[in-house]
């Protein structure tokens, strides 16, 4: 899981990010195949109001370019506000039990500007 901060998102604009995803048991890249059954599920709250769950950016899509990688983009940033600082948690949502089932891969500060 990345944690830390994240690049200033600018508003009005899409975000992306690529997320590396490697096996707990061997270090491998996870097989793409394996990660294109997911989907992602991003929250995004305000760091001095976490009760308010900014859920306005609805769900985001993404892409598996290469085994290990995912390539995630949340087209609608216009519900943020610019010059605070928010935390983003993305989720993998299993596609059997849809839930994330404990796989966090981001949990960090994001900047909007």
Same mark, same amino acid.
């Not at 995630?72 to 519900?79: E, G, K, Q, R, Y």
């Not at 605070?84 to 949990?107: E, F, K, M, Q, W």
């Given at each position: 899981?990345? *944690?830390?901060?994240?690049?200033?998102?600018?508003?009005?604009?899409?975000?992306?990010?690529?997320?590396?995803?490697?096996?707990? =048991?061997?270090?491998?890249?996870?097989?793409? $195949?394996?990660?294109?059954?997911?989907?992602?599920?991003?929250?995004?709250? +305000?760091?001095?109001?976490? $009760?308010?769950? =900014?859920?306005?950016?609805?769900?985001?899509?993404? *892409?598996?370019?290469?085994?290990?990688?995912?390539?995630? *983009?949340?087209?609608?940033? *216009?519900?943020?506000?610019?010059?605070?600082?928010? +935390?983003?948690?993305?989720?993998?949502?299993?596609? =059997?039990?849809?839930?994330?089932?404990?796989? +966090?891969?981001?949990?960090? =500060?994001?900047?909007?500007?």
């Amino acid at each position: 899981m990345y *944690t830390g901060t994240l690049a200033p998102i600018s508003i009005g604009f899409p975000w992306t990010e690529a997320v590396e995803i490697v096996s707990d =048991n061997d270090g491998q890249p996870v097989p793409a $195949e394996v990660l294109r059954g997911y989907r992602l599920q991003v929250t995004v709250m +305000r760091r001095d109001l976490p $009760e308010l769950r =900014n859920s306005m950016l609805g769900a985001a899509s993404f *892409t598996v370019p290469q085994d290990g990688v995912i390539l995630f *983009t949340v087209a609608d940033t *216009t519900p943020l506000c610019p010059g605070l600082d928010y +935390r983003a948690l993305v989720d993998l949502i299993d596609p =059997n039990s849809g839930t994330a089932d404990g796989v +966090r891969l981001i949990d960090a =500060n994001l900047p909007a500007t």
